[in-house]
């Protein structure tokens, strides 16, 4: 295997988890962080005890809070940062490498305040670049540090550099599929975590595994109503990216989104919930994102908009659920 020297930039626990699979797949990662106290910590016990716990940092892997550093060299560039500092990166990336470097993202979500999608901001930052991929998919990333079976979509409009970018991350251990559906791939990565935030509420207020059910179908129901009016394939909705995270979110409680809901379903108040996880949860910012969106374009996302109206209009989670069971009945397929 031929190595690669990748910069994955965010050492949270998805890019620790990242940087641990490239590693072991035989490739040079420096991971950078903008928080020096974190990366400082990664150098001197070389393991994320903050995030993945109990897993040592291979020798392959270089923490580095030093931004031009870590892009020194670099062959390819991984973003893993959420994606309210997404534009952020990408424009303090292209000082140091200008716009034509090997960019791949495993951000999920859309972009604060414009509910614009990952790769539409790239397209703004590094215009005409054509070697750009989203990597999305059912992957906690304690399961992925650990080595334990994974599968994956990479997405890219340019089909030649989707499957580079899937050789860098494949080998028996994580399955790595390619697709040029790249507002599918980014929208089931976006809307899954607002569902998974829905389920935890309805698991927390007891409603049980039929409840569960009916939620995660009628949600890939509003994901392939979207996805399908922007222009996604209804097989990426059916596939890992769409079906397969959305199943993988909506019923671990590996899930920061989901573990959300659950705290809201139990009558926890939301600042509280945030601070308890203390992680980025894209499905928090990504539902008023999603609920606009759905309006602009005039679709109907029942169960996305009760969330929204449950996270910033104070809307009481019996009443959400109530809003959603006393709509007027109409056919499934509808």
């Known amino acids: 295997m031929t190595r690669i020297r990748i910069s994955i930039l965010g050492a949270g626990s998805w890019g620790t988890a990242l940087a641990t ?6 490739h040079t990662v420096r991971l950078w962080d903008r928080d020096s106290q974190h990366i400082e910590s990664l150098k001197r016990v070389r393991q994320n005890r903050r995030h993945l716990p109990g897993i040592p940092l291979s020798e392959r892997i270089t923490p580095e809070i030093n931004l031009s550093a870590a892009l020194e060299d670099s062959q390819y560039v991984l973003v893993v940062t959420p994606s309210s500092g997404f534009r952020d990166i990408l424009k303090k990336t292209r000082q140091y490498l200008g716009v034509d470097f090997n960019l791949i993202w495993a951000s999920k979500g859309l ?48 089909a030649a550099y989707a499957k580079a970018v899937v050789k860098l991350f494949h080998c028996p251990q994580f399955r790595a599929y390619t697709s040029e559906d790249i507002i599918g791939v980014e929208l089931g990565g976006s809307i899954k975590n607002v569902l998974a935030i829905a389920a935890g509420i309805s698991d927390g207020m007891g ?11 009628r949600g890939l129901a509003e994901i392939m109503r979207l996805g399908t009016h922007l222009g996604g394939l209804r097989e990426t909705f059916m596939g890992l990216a769409g079906l397969g995270d959305l199943v993988l979110t909506c019923t671990d409680d590996q899930s920061r989104n989901r573990r959300l809901g659950l705290a809201l379903g139990r009558g926890k108040a939301l600042e509280q919930a945030v601070a308890d996880i203390g992680q980025a949860i894209e499905g928090l910012h990504t539902a008023k994102e999603l609920a606009a969106l759905a309006e602009t374009h005039r679709v109907e996302m029942p169960i996305t908009g009760q969330v929204k109206r449950v996270l910033f209009d104070h809307e009481p989670p019996v009443s959400a659920v109530e809003n959603l069971l006393t709509r007027e009945p109409k056919p499934e397929t509808s």
């Open 21 to 26: 699979l490239l590693a072991r797949n035989g």
């Open 111 to 158: 972009e604060p305040g414009s509910g614009k999608f990952l790769h539409q901001v790239v397209d703004e930052e590094l215009p005409g670049h054509h070697a750009i991929a989203a990597l999305s998919g059912p992957s906690f990333a304690t399961e992925v540090a650990r080595g334990l079976p994974t599968a994956v979509t990479v997405a890219s409009r340019n």
């Open 207 to 217: 409603y049980g595994a039929n409840a569960r059910a009916a939620l995660i179908t």
